[in-house]
């Protein structure tokens, strides 16, 4: 999890994806929660980018 990114562009602009495609070289993240919950990110951005952003995205929140 890049902190640095979330901190200038805004928990609430990302959304947990699984269906990355990149070359395994360049990027390997083969369970991303593990990685976002060990990050310095606050528990409201964790929340915003787990779940909350989509749920408000689809109307559901």
Do not use: Q
Request: charged letters at 25%; glycine letters at 10%.
């Amino acid at each position: 999890m890049n902190e640095r990114f979330v901190r200038e562009a805004g928990a609430h602009r990302l959304l947990l994806g699984t269906d990355f495609y990149s070359s395994p070289k360049l990027f390997s993240v083969p369970f991303p929660l593990p990685e976002i919950l060990a990050s310095d990110l606050t528990d409201g951005d964790c929340a915003e980018i787990l779940g909350g952003n989509a749920r408000r995205l689809l109307g559901l929140a």
